[in-house]
């Protein structure tokens, strides 16, 4: 019974594979449905796909910041940080305020070990908001990191002050 049981699960893990990869050749992009449709393929570790569905969506809409950011999101979930940071920059550059994305880039700099580009980037960000608390506390971690910790008491008493 067990056996018979793995063979029914394994078909029809086949066939959703099938269908997912036909379906991904003429993918049109749904703005509504796209976060279901990449939530599919990230929860089964098949990113390129999940790429690919980014890449329709930017060609059907280039202005859109948040379609970059997300690329970006999933490029670094495979380790592609060159093209992570370039899509943050689109991101950027369509929206200098954008706050997901300067969250993106810094926490990629941070898994890099690039703490002078992640205080840069806090210092971008805090130029956008003065009072936001989340950038100072991370601020006061990467200090913390680099033993700085005059600058890391700095900032996470400024976090704590503008803590909403």
């Known amino acids: ?19 997912a990869v036909s379906s991904i050749k003429n993918y049109k992009c749904n703005l509504d ?5 990449t ?4 929860s089964h570790n098949q990113f390129e796909n999940t790429i690919k569905i980014y890449d329709a969506c930017i ?11 997300n690329r970006a999101n999933t490029y670094k ?26 969250n993106g880039i810094l926490s990629l700099y941070l898994v ?17 908001d003065p009072k936001d608390a989340r950038v100072y506390y991370q601020k006061g ?4 990191i680099t033993n700085d910790y005059d600058n890391a008491l700095k900032n996470f008493n400024l976090s704590v002050k503008y803590d909403r």
């Open 112 to 128: 890099q070990l690039k703490f002078d580009d992640a205080l840069n980037v806090s210092d971008k960000m805090i130029a956008i």
């Open 1 to 19: 019974m067990k056996k018979i049981i793995s063979v029914i699960l394994l078909l029809f893990m086949v066939n959703v594979s099938a269908f």
């Open 33 to 37: 449905t796209l976060k279901d449709d």
């Open 141 to 144: 971690y990467i200090y913390t």
């Open 39 to 42: 939530i599919f393929y990230n």
């Open 59 to 69: 060609k059907q809409y280039p202005e859109k910041e948040n379609l970059y950011n």
């Open 77 to 102: 979930l495979m380790g592609q940080f060159d093209n992570a940071v370039a899509d943050y920059n689109k991101a950027l550059e369509l929206n200098p305020k954008y706050n997901s994305a300067y």
